[in-house]
């Protein structure tokens, strides 16, 4: 069995999600569906980081879409008044 190796280099494609959540929901998709589009792209984005290998796609993929979605949480709670 492989090794499943997690490069940190792609802790800085989480930023990039959370622009692509923000843009989202300025276009006007709603809210509800935003973390389903996150992890949706955190798995397309994954898939190209892994060269779509299956175990390494999903680990990777879930991993950056979670974490978009925790971070733009995190930040959005942290500022409401």
């Known amino acids: 069995m492989e090794s499943i190796v ?3 280099q792609f802790v800085a ?7 692509l959540l923000a843009a989202m929901k300025q276009a006007g ?3 509800r569906y ?18 779509w290998e299956p175990m ?3 680990i990777i993929g879930g ?10 949480s995190g930040v959005k709670n ?3 008044k």
């Open 13 to 19: 494609i989480v930023p990039v999600l959370i622009g």
């Open 56 to 58: 390494q796609t999903l």
């Open 78 to 80: 942290t500022l409401k």
């Open 6 to 8: 997690i490069d940190p």
């Open 29 to 31: 998709f709603e809210p």
């Open 34 to 51: 935003i973390p389903l589009l996150a992890i949706g792209a955190g798995f397309i984005i994954g898939g190209f980081l892994t060269y």
């Open 63 to 72: 991993g950056l879409g979670l974490s978009a979605i925790g971070a733009h």
